[in-house]
């Protein structure tokens, strides 16, 4: 069983930038489909990126697009979240998860088909 451990978080003024990292341990990430996800106070967890295996296909939520960029680092056993040009509504916790089974388009977007989470790391944009 894999654990998860985010990283990166901050505080950080809008249009600035932090990158997160997951760091696996107890399981090689290589092995896995990963994604972030994010959650607001009062509001409902939502869908970030997803990257798959062999990082050769990503999906990204409409609001991060060309903003953020999820990659991966599987010699390292690790995933990484790139947020640039962030926005106050950019602020919530941010969580990695994992999945083995295989996801395409939308169906990466389902938080109950990930397998394993990480606890969350605290994003906060100022304006």
């Known amino acids: 069983q894999v654990q998860l451990v985010e990283s990166g978080g901050g505080l950080v003024q809008a249009g600035g ?12 990430v290589g092995n896995y489909h990963m ?3 994010r959650q607001a106070p009062g509001k409902e967890r939502e869908f970030v990126a997803h990257i798959s295996w062999s990082g050769g296909t990503t ?17 390292k056993n690790t995933v990484y979240l790139q947020m640039n040009s962030l926005k106050a509504e950019d602020t919530a916790v941010y969580s990695c998860a994992a999945r083995l089974r295989y996801c395409s388009g939308s169906g990466c977007y389902v938080a109950e088909k990930y397998d394993y989470w990480g606890q969350g790391t605290q994003v906060t944009v100022s304006s």
């Open 59 to 75: 999906y990204y939520t409409d609001s991060v697009k060309g903003r953020f960029t999820i990659s991966r680092d599987n010699a």
């Open 35 to 37: 994604g972030w996800f």
């Open 17 to 28: 930038s932090l990158r997160l990292s997951c760091a696996a341990s107890g399981g090689t």
